[in-house]
Nanobody, 121 residues
């Protein structure tokens, strides 16, 4: 079972940038497809971006396409979310998640504790 720890959240002005990091435990990080999600109180959790274990192919929600970039460093057991041109509506708790090993579809089974991102107008 993989454990995930997010870092890099904080307060930023609209138009600014932040980079979230998610460090994973274990020696098999390269076998996990990873994702970033976000949620505000009272709202459903939104899938923001994912990256495949197989070929690092990516998916982005329309709301962040062209502004956010997901990437991974398997040697460092870390997945990143670079967030540029931030908007107040990007304010949320951001969660890192992983699917079961060697899986590109279905549920995300492992979750981090979340990192608050606040964008001021």
């Amino acid at each position: 079972q993989v454990q995930l720890v997010e870092s890099g959240g904080g307060l930023v002005q609209a138009g600014g940038s932040l980079r979230l990091s998610c460090a994973a435990s274990g020696r098999t990080f390269g076998t996990y497809s990873m994702g970033w999600f976000r949620q505000n109180p009272g709202n459903e959790r939104e899938r923001v971006a994912t990256i495949s274990w197989r070929d690092s192919s990516t998916y982005y929600a329309d709301s962040v396409k062209g502004r956010f970039t997901i990437s991974r460093d398997n040697a460092e057991n870390t997945v990143y979310l670079q967030m540029n041109s931030l908007k107040p509506e990007d304010t949320a708790v951001y969660y890192c998640a992983a699917r079961k090993p060697y899986t590109d579809y279905g549920a995300f089974d492992y979750w981090g504790q979340g990192a608050q991102v606040t964008v001021s107008s």
